[in-house]
């Protein structure tokens, strides 16, 4: 069974609707992580195909390669449960597929300017904003983790900066598939403390060269 090794830890992912906006490193390895811990409803964002370059950071394969992102992710979340319910959008965020029940929007896009659009979407419509908007930002050692509730583009402004502030690594130094794997890890540890109603913490800071993790306060 599934879930037979955790089943005392969290046994209610099923009953959430995880919406993941970019299906590359962040999002991929999120996604292929909550599915093996028993979420089976899934909306999954992204206009991009695979290429070389995802198979040495992402959850995708070289037979992957030239096959749309969200659907390569499909595959992959459904050899992990075949009945996963998986809605796809091959497109650019436009729209929020929302569900009346229990969402949780995964920031994962690379770009800046597109997160702050897709919060602009997701929090367009007060009675169908997600719970949980959960921004992971990655760099090639460090990585940003900020979880907000009951969200609004006024709570998520505090968080954001232009990509122009952000960390000015050369191209052939933004991730590693450590990071990537790290940072789908702190997301579904928050989504496990979220769903079994513990506190958590708001903001989250790793740095890979010296190991250090910097929290903000508990949320409740």
Known sequence: MLSSRYSDI???LDSFTFHILGCGAIGSSTATQLARMGAGNFRL???DKVELENVGVSQYYESNIGEYKVDA????IKDINPQADIQTFCEMFEEYAH???NDVAILAFDSMVHRLKA???LCYQPKHKPMYIIDGRMGAEHYQQYTIKEPSLKKYLK???SDEEGDPEPCNAKATSYCSNMSGSFIV???RKLATGQPYHGEISFHFPTMLIDKGR???
């Open 73 to 76: 992710l499909t595959k992959h």
């Open 45 to 47: 964002y992204d206009f």
């Open 189 to 191: 540890n928050t989504i």
């Open 10 to 12: 969290v046994n209610n």
């Open 99 to 101: 569900e009346d029940k």
């Open 119 to 121: 919060v602009e979407i």
């Open 159 to 161: 968080f954001w900066y």
């Open 218 to 220: 508990m949320m409740a």
